[in-house]
């Protein structure tokens, strides 16, 4: 167990006014005691209480910056051990300087991930709520904050934790039919244990098809926008950007990052994928500009396609129309200020149900119907993330699958009437499983690799 006191930065520095600096560990209150100057001492503050002073140099006693400190003492804090938060004022320069004073009166820097790596190593949390709070700095819209959130509380070792038991009962029954044989229960003890698997292995699935929703939240829509050259596409990135930059989270002791490439329409993050060219000259050869639509297509989870108004529809239209037809997609028909030529009703027939959105993006009109038609798109079965547990997490998913073909392997062989000792094997495989997303028995080195993710300070 860790004995020594770590603190870092945990908030961006340099952007927004407070920077907050923690410590924790057995010497975090006597360290912070060193360079505070206050009413009274840190050592005689109760716990969970928050103190106004300054921060001076030790040695020459000059004063470095005015602060609030929070004192919160061991157990109820996140590492479970002392913690000291340090809101720090005046910019980069006093952080760092009391960075630097809190690391000469006997802190050690904080590694990556080591406040969460602490909290779990001290049984404050599990391995999959420690990964959600990787996923909840990284998360790109409040949605995906929310979805991360949801398993920080518990949600996923809930369920995980009700499955391995579902597990456990049954490879006991199991346990008792085969050391005992002459109890006699084969036949019913078969159907019992198909029935079971069944039921876990629809559970496991059911975790599964979240993941979907978990990734688009979490790494983005990756929308391509293509069509003709001249027909607006440009324009189009340009109003979404415009209307919807910087991404922020707004979950207090997360990282406030504004990832350019995203967008975020209405809670739905959009990557916007520079395709077709949009970004080169326009005189494309038509030949390639198809070509290359037909790539940005394959990568992309919904496509914009824009069409011209003013000009009655080109056969390249047409090929991108078919194009569309197995993808998510919206249909906007541009300029719609300027003299109509193309032939709405002919259009309408060509793309079947998916939303058609007229805008005029010279004048600015019909980007708010194109926000709500996306936002249709992607309400994902209107399932509310507060409601749902998400899995999100790479390993967690891999986990899963894994968990669920040996529940798969185990009907299998009770259908190819295999002896029961022999699938208990499967069924304890998908129990070791699905005890690796919540962090029973996982080797040392993963669980390094995993907080090696973290910002610091986390
Ligand atoms: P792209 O080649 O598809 O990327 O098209 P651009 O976005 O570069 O637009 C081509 C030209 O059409 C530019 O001169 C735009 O100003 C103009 N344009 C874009 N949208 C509209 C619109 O809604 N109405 C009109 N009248 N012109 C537009
Ligand atoms: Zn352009």
Redesign the pocket.
Known sequence: MDTDTIAAVATPVGEGGIAVIRVSGPEAISIVDQLYKGKKKLAEAKTHTVHYGHIVEPQSGERIDEVLVTVMRAPRTFTREDVVEVSCHGGIIPVQKTLEALLAAGARLAEPGEFTKRAFLNGRIDLSQAEAVIDLIRAKTDRAAKIALSQTEGRLSRLINNLRNEILETLAHLAVNVDYPEYDAEEMTAQFLEERCRYIAGEIDRLLNTARQGKIYREGIYTA?I????????????ALTQENKAIVTDIPGTTRDVIEEYVNVRGIPLRLLDTAG?RET?DVVERIGVERSHKALEQADLVLL?LN??EPLAEEDRRLLELIGPHTAVVIV?????QGRLDLDEVKSLIGDKPLIT?????E?GIEDLEEAISQLFRLGKVDAADGTYVSNARHIHLLEKAKSSVDEVVRGIEAGMPLDMVEIDLKNAWQYLGEVIGDAVAEDLIDQIFSQFCLGK
């Open positions: 926008i069509g003709r050259p001249n027909v607006g596409k440009s324009s189009l990135m340009n949009i326009e824009v108004f003013a541009n300029k719609a200020d300027l805008t005029s993006l010279k004048e009109r």
